[in-house]
């Protein structure tokens, strides 16, 4: 498409994180946040009232056939994926998909097929690759500046009060693990070849509060990837996510939990989120908007997205579903 003509987007799922995808499109320039879509009409209502959008759809595969629409970001269920995918693929839309691509591997391979069959381009959205923290730690790693890898491990946990809002959706590993192992899989360059891993479950929503996984990869290298929805309520962090990664010949650390800034109030101390998508003075900021304006820029260019392929998104699904069956059955999963 010209790259002077607008980027005309639509949201596919309205709940908490679809907002902030229409929130952030909206404000974006060279990006028409052209249609919203959502089987609750009154859901729908709101948010296309606020951000004065005209097009409004609850069923997504008219939506699809809208010829003035280029992109659509599917931020459903995850339950949901694959359809709408497959469909919205099928339909020569553009896809950004959020992340997790699918439940299962099976799934996956599924959207993978679609993709090859399409003319348009996809992306699953693993926003952490659009992190500078990330981004730069990486480039030091292709740099040779730590050597080989040969040990990793993340924490990303959260507080118990946002995991009961999703845990009836997704599991702790699934839900977040699944962005350390795409980023030690990334930064790697290496396959999983065992899986060993235990969930802990002492919440009353659907599916596990936390969980442990450890692989050996292909290289040698061991990683570890820590998930637990279960901090106090009290907890500072929005999110505690730290990564360490120890080479032959030096090691990282990436400290994503420290936002820059601490808010000491009647209600205690808090690290609001600084780099992701604040909102200082009205208007989003960070790095949910420079992934959209990657994916807008592939579309322009009619480039396939790099920074994330659907293969690598596949490979981070397979390592979390391994480690939910390994947590279930006690067993190493080998691949």
Known sequence: ???AKAVRWGVIGLGWFGEVHAD???EMPDIELAALCTRRP???NEVADRLNVSKRYTDYQELLVDPDIDVVSITTHIYDHREIAIDA???GKHVLLEKPMAPTLADCEQILEAVAQSDGLFMVGHICRFDPRVTLAKQAIEEGRIGNIISMHARRNLSKSIGETVLDDISALMGDGIHDADLMLWFSQANVSTVYAQEVHPGKNKFPDAGWSIARLDSGAVAVVESVW?????TPFTIDARMEIIGTEGALYINC???GLAIHDAQGVKLPDTMYWPRPLGNYFGV????LRYFANCVRKGEPPQR????ESAAAVAWMEAATESARTGAVITF
């Open 1 to 3: 498409m010209s790259q």
């Open 24 to 26: 952030n499109l909206a």
């Open 42 to 44: 009154d859901r729908l």
């Open 89 to 91: 693929l099928r339909s």
């Open 230 to 234: 279960h901090l106090p309520e009290s």
């Open 257 to 259: 939990g420290e936002a």
């Open 288 to 291: 949910l908007k420079e992934e």
């Open 308 to 311: 994330i392929t659907p293969a």
